[in-house]
């Protein structure tokens, strides 16, 4: 009974899994021909030719979006002109493509190109100036804000502390005529001049703040200057960077021909010389084999430590964006809550003179006073630590969205460092759908250098053979 249950479940798993592999290749038949009608220098019937024409309308149209948005983002461009311009590139993009097959070829190598190492140095440069954008700005900015916060205080402060000073000088002053009727003066002095105290550092607060707002813009600028020169060099290194690949496929035979493909398999069962590939080389790759060599992997190992430090330095810089806008919100609110103080200054003056007061006093009695004079005076006034008048700059949240982009391009060139081995073998295969005459050529040119390695492993053996003989 378990030998038939077991029997059974075994059964139902192989059905299961060559149900899914049937699916899965209904499925990408489709992309299959897709695929053969794209890459045909002349399409050979006409529903290949409406499949070309359409997967070309759908890269110029992808490729107008692209320049229509790096022309609004980047280069601040109205959208009238960038639709324009967009519109313009996109019916170049789609007639090279629909009549030029080498252009087709070119566009197909920049996808794989993008996981090379070319094309890791590209993603890389595209992130960091995506993150210095959004990271320099923002600090310098929050920077401002905490500036223009001490800037407040400083001028609510000495305001106070004038208008403090006058109130107490009008203090002085209207208690003056009546306490030199009794022969004393009551007077208010203040060293210095508070006016040109308060402008010298009113002056002074200004000139910090304005070189903040200097070294923003400057960094603006720079930051976008510099996106857009990267941007710019982003699509022209994989464009040149394809052409480059094509332009040695086609006129080196042994450029990237180190790979294991159907044709070599074929040549060689036709011509019975399987021998040669048994056992391979380790410099021959299998073009369909999943497994990396040894020496692909350790190459991707090492390749990733040192892009985990540029994700420390990405975190780092995140950091730093989130602590600075923190530190001004902070201060921004402090500063909100600062409360106004209310002062009151009561001043009460009363004269009083006695005649024979010292009868009184020898008969143990108080003297018998006679008021002379008395004067009363209120001020009132309000000790500000934030001038009214300065206006406090909001803290500038990090951006997230821009955090986030600069992260997924480096996740996107790390992963690239484990495909990298798999970008280079379907580059090779795209170049080869596209030349297949130049595709042969390179096969009989592989099998004449795996032929003269196995003549050559044959005349050694002989060797030692007779060496031993």
């Known amino acids: 009974l378990w030998t038939v249950r077991a029997t059974a479940s075994s059964h139902f798993l192989v059905c299961r899994w060559r149900f899914w592999q049937l699916g899965i ?89 993008l996981g090379t190492e070319q094309g890791r140095r590209l993603l890389l440069s595209y992130s960091t100036a995506t993150l210095a954008v959004a990271v320099v700005p923002n600090v310098l900015a929050n920077m401002s804000a905490a500036g223009q916060v001490l800037r407040c205080v400083t001028e609510g402060s000495l305001d106070s502390l004038l208008n403090t000073t006058h109130q107490l000088r009008n203090a002085s002053t209207a208690l003056g005529p009546t306490s030199r009727s009794g022969s004393r003066g009551l007077t208010f002095e203040s060293q210095g001049n508070g006016s040109a105290f308060r402008l010298h550092m009113l002056r002074v607060t200004q000139g910090v703040l304005e070189d903040f707002s200097a070294l923003e813009s400057l960094a603006r600028a720079a930051a976008l200057g510099t996106q857009r020169v990267v941007t710019g060099m982003f699509m022209l290194g994989i464009l040149v960077e394809s052409a480059w690949y094509l332009h040695r496929y086609l006129t080196d035979l042994r450029f990237d021909n180190v790979y294991e493909t159907p044709q070599l398999t074929r040549q060689l069962a036709q011509a019975q010389a399987t021998h040669l590939v048994a056992p391979p080389p380790r410099w021959l790759l299998g073009i369909a084999r999943p497994k990396l060599s040894r020496e692909e992997l350790l190459r991707c190992l090492l390749r990733l430590g040192l892009l985990s430090l540029l994700l420390v330095v990405t975190a780092v810089a995140v950091a730093t964006d989130h602590m600075a806008f923190l530190l001004a919100q902070a201060a921004v609110d402090w500063a909100q809550k600062l409360p106004v103080v209310p002062v009151t200054l009561m001043v009460k003056y009363d004269a009083a003179y006695t005649v024979l007061d010292f009868v009184p006093f020898l008969l143990n009695r108080p003297p018998a006073q006679s008021p002379f004079l008395s004067a009363r005076h209120c001020f009132q006034w309000d000790l500000r630590f934030t001038s009214a008048g300065c206006r406090l700059l909001p803290a500038q949240r990090p951006q997230a969205a821009a955090a986030l982009a600069a992260a997924s391009l480096q996740l996107l060139a790390g992963s690239t460092l484990l495909l990298e081995a798999y970008a280079r073998r379907l580059r090779h295969a795209a170049a080869a759908a596209f030349f297949p005459a130049q595709e042969a050529r390179r096969t009989r040119h592989l099998r004449a250098r795996l032929q003269r390695r196995y003549d050559r492993h044959q005349e050694a053996r002989g060797r030692g053979a007779g060496g031993r003989g």
């Not at 070309?52 to 107008?64: H, K, M």
């Not at 790096?70 to 007639?95: D, E, H, M, R």
Request: glycine share 6%; aromatic share 8%.
């Open 25 to 113: 290749r209904k499925a990408l038949d489709p992309l299959q021909a897709a695929w053969d009608a794209f890459s045909q220098p002349v399409p050979a019937s006409c529903g290949q030719l409406l499949t070309q024409l359409l997967l070309c309308a759908c890269l110029a149209v992808a490729a107008a979006e692209l320049v229509c948005h790096w022309l609004v983002s980047s280069w601040l461009y109205p959208s009238g002109p960038s639709g324009i311009i967009a519109t313009v590139c996109g019916l170049l993009v789609f007639l090279g493509l629909g009549l030029v097959p080498p252009v087709r070829c070119l566009f197909a190598l920049s996808v794989p190109t």
